[in-house]
């Protein structure tokens, strides 16, 4: 961006050959900017969906598999269904959306607003354990049923949050602003949504470990669920007496003492009923941090329509807008970018874990470098904002996305050296920030494009960041399949202690030449994005221009 006299200048000139109306000069002191205040509450916004997202990641497999106690192929079929039906419903909720008529209280907000109590309580009914008698069938649609519904709220909140940002008033520069704000609250919420779930459940993870380890010692054939069926089927009563068996408490509080007897070792059991118990109080504890976003949200930020955003209904059907939307050369090169760029970096991510512990010989280690990773992220995002501004987003990101590459080839090389490893993460996280910020940066200038370019289609903005949303979740998913079927044909076996060099090998590839071919290929095609700087301030002015004829109209 150029300083605001430059720009009022070239204003001044296109006026006068005329390009532009003689009346369409505005000098931008007189546009009111986005305030602090409006910028934060619009970024706090952006807490549930990463937060919730990254818990569901990090436990709802262990949850289903250790606590549910649930077969490993229905445990993989839910979350399977689960994020196919995620992926599929963005479209559908962004087109409905853009249907939707604008009321009182906007056009995006209600959608915010109605979908969050549902969101709620199914996250907290997710996290919920069924009895152990439930039949396997009914345990498995009944889990399928919330996550999937839980997701559809999520979209029904993040696709119309998203769209918020081309209604959230003031200039290019307060919009990329707010944006900046928006991605470090939600690297943020990274940390946020595993840090605490992880804290009240973690503990009651290690001790059902011991305890389950020091019960097969002595009864090597008698399972967890089999002594929880027997505590629950259990009638004989009997007073509560000291017992030495019971490491959790130290006292039998049960209400029959003979299991003590029966099974020396029933604080296994007691372990997992209060790991259920952490399960729900943690799901209560998002959903309040959920609840209460949402409520600043709603409270802080209101809908300004646009000259050419007028928070209308969208009149084409659907085929048309999807026709018109694809059909946009600079969004469909920006979706390809993110596609690329995406992908590399969960390939990265969902790897790491298994490379620190397998191939580099840093198993234990590697949560405190994902944690390094992330709070370098968060902390890096004002320098990459300060950076495109002077230098430009097409910059930004090429110079940004190629960070992690010197990152990726020392990786693969610098085994059992975890100050190398940290040093090195922490290039990865500045890159990483890049991912965050400039994508989401460069979508609504796209957006902008294609409404100047089609000054007769309204209304398409939410449609545009539901793609957006789609192809990041569409990333995701892929990266977990090119991940997965490259170790089983490596040979990889859960439980292994030492593996073939194969499966080594694979995570070499994955880890390094893997995510540097698609970072490559997402460096060209931002280099090749037909919206440079020179371009956004001809948009700027245009719209600026544009607005002043609005409101001319308006007074005449």
């Known amino acids: 961006m150029l300083p605001g006299g430059h720009e009022d200048a070239e204003l001044h000139r296109l006026t006068q050959e005329g390009a532009l109306p003689q009346r369409s000069v505005v000098h931008r002191e007189e546009k009111p900017g986005l305030t602090l205040c409006r910028k934060v509450c619009y970024a706090v916004g952006g807490i549930p969906y990463q937060m919730t997202g990254n818990a569901i990641g990090f436990f709802l497999q262990i949850f289903l598999l250790d606590v549910v106690q649930m077969e490993p192929l229905h445990a993989s079929l839910i979350i399977f269904l689960g994020r196919a039906w995620d992926a599929v419903t963005d479209p559908a909720i962004g087109f409905l959306v853009s249907k939707s008529p604008r009321r009182k209280y906007g056009k995006l907000v209600p959608w915010i607003a109605c979908s969050m109590p549902f969101g709620v309580l199914c ?19 009944w889990y399928l049923f919330m996550y999937s519904f839980f997701q559809t709220c999520m979209t029904c909140y993040h696709v119309p949050y998203s769209s918020l940002t081309m209604f959230l008033g003031g200039t290019q520069r307060d919009r990329d602003s707010a944006t900046a704000y928006r991605m470090g609250m939600e690297v943020f919420s990274t940390l946020l949504g595993s840090g605490i779930q992880g804290q009240i459940v973690g503990h009651y993870h290690t001790r059902m470990m011991n305890s389950c380890y ?9 399972s967890t669920y089999s002594l929880t069926d027997s505590l629950e089927n259990t009638v004989r009563p009997g007073p509560s007496v000291p017992c030495s068996s019971c490491k959790l408490w130290g006292r039998c509080r049960w209400p ?51 000259p050419l955003s007028p928070l209308g209904k969208v009149e084409l059907p659907f085929a048309s807008c999807l026709r018109m939307v694809v059909g946009h050369k600079p969004y469909t090169q920006l979706l390809c970018g993110f596609l690329f760029a995406s992908l590399a970096f969960q390939i990265t991510q969902g790897i790491f874990a298994f490379f620190c512990t ?32 002077r230098f430009g987003k097409k910059t930004a990101a ?19 050296s975890f100050l190398a490893f940290i040093f090195l993460v922490i290039m990865a996280g500045c890159s990483m920030a890049v991912l965050y910020l400039l994508p989401w940066s460069m979508l609504p200038d796209t957006v902008d494009d294609f409404m100047l370019r089609n000054p007769s289609c309204f209304n398409l903005e939410a449609l ?10 569409f990333a995701g998913g892929l990266a977990v399949g090119i991940s997965t079927l490259s170790l089983h044909f490596a040979g990889y076996h859960a439980g292994d202690c030492k593996y073939n ?37 001809q948009m700027r002015m245009e719209m600026e221009a544009m607005g002043h004829q609005v409101q001319r109209g308006s007074r005449e």
């Open 123 to 141: 996250y907290c009914m997710m996290w919920s354990t069924l009895s152990d008698a439930t039949p396997a069938s009914l345990k498995f649609l």
């Open 214 to 222: 020091v019960s097969n010692e002595t009864l090597p054939n008698t």
């Open 256 to 306: 029959c003492c003979q299991l003590c007897a029966w099974y020396p070792h029933c604080h296994c059991v007691l372990s997992l009923v209060f790991q259920r118990r952490a399960y729900i109080f943690a799901s209560l504890v998002l959903g309040s941090i959920y609840c209460l976003s949402c409520l600043i949200l709603i409270f802080g930020v209101r809908e300004q329509p646009g």
């Open 358 to 389: 397998h191939a580099a010989g840093l198993a234990g280690k590697f949560q405190h470098l994902v944690l390094i990773m992330l709070v370098t992220a968060s902390l890096s995002i004002p320098f990459w904002q300060w950076f495109l501004g």
């Open 398 to 416: 090429s110079l940004g996305l190629a960070l992690i590459i010197p990152a990726l080839v020392a990786v693969t090389q610098v085994m059992h």
């Open 464 to 473: 545009f960041y539901s793609f957006y949303v789609f192809f990041n979740k």
């Open 501 to 537: 060099p194969s499966v080594i090998l694979t995570l070499q590839l994955l880890m390094a030449p893997v995510p540097i071919s698609l970072l490559l290929i997402a460096i060209v095609i931002f280099c090749l994005h037909p919206i440079n700087e020179e371009r956004r301030k």
